[in-house]
């Protein structure tokens, strides 16, 4: 008997282990969009629901780690010529149950012609006094992109305290 049951309780142990594994790609139980308007995400306009858009938290699209708690996806920005400036937010379709951020705030970054963007949505706590840690309400995570939003000619001066984190 006893034999029996360490043999279950193995079995279990790893069809836990298995389940727990496979990636999420769904926020808060819906599937979550890198919408906008800018050159990057088509449609623009704000119109999440793109499958070409969705964030991934599965290894694929651009996504590096699976069930990392960082959805991502590479998306090629086309049209246009030279930089262009590009708003977007992390969106469910509709807008519902998930806009982040809310309202009528947008993050911001610049694409160039046919350059890849990697639009990040970061969920994970950083715990590091600078960058807010998501509640579950109000701030959900935090976005950036790769190549950053500063073009490589341009120069950048960091001017102020920052809570003394510089």
């Avoid at 990636?23 to 990057?40: K, L």
Wanted: charged share 10%.
């Amino acid at each position: 008997m006893r034999f029996k049951f360490v043999s279950l309780l193995l079995a279990g142990a790893v069809a836990l282990a298995a389940s727990s594994a496979q990636a999420q790609n769904t926020f808060q139980g819906v599937d979550i969009f890198a919408t906008g308007d800018g050159p990057a995400i088509e449609p623009g306009a704000f119109s999440p629901g793109d499958p070409a858009n969705q964030l991934l938290d599965d290894g694929t699209g651009g996504d590096a780690t699976a069930s990392d708690g960082i959805y991502s996806r590479s998306i090629v920005a086309g049209g246009g010529d030279g930089a262009a400036r590009q708003q977007w937010k992390v969106a469910s379709t509709g807008f519902s149950p998930v806009s982040y951020p809310g309202g009528t705030d947008n993050s911001w970054t610049v694409t160039t012609n046919a350059a890849s963007m990697d639009f990040f949505f970061n969920t994970n706590t950083q715990g590091d006094g600078f960058v807010p840690d998501p509640d579950g309400s109000t701030v959900l995570g935090f976005l950036y992109t790769v190549p950053s939003p500063v073009l490589g000619t341009d120069t950048v001066a960091v001017v102020g305290g920052f809570n003394g984190q510089l």
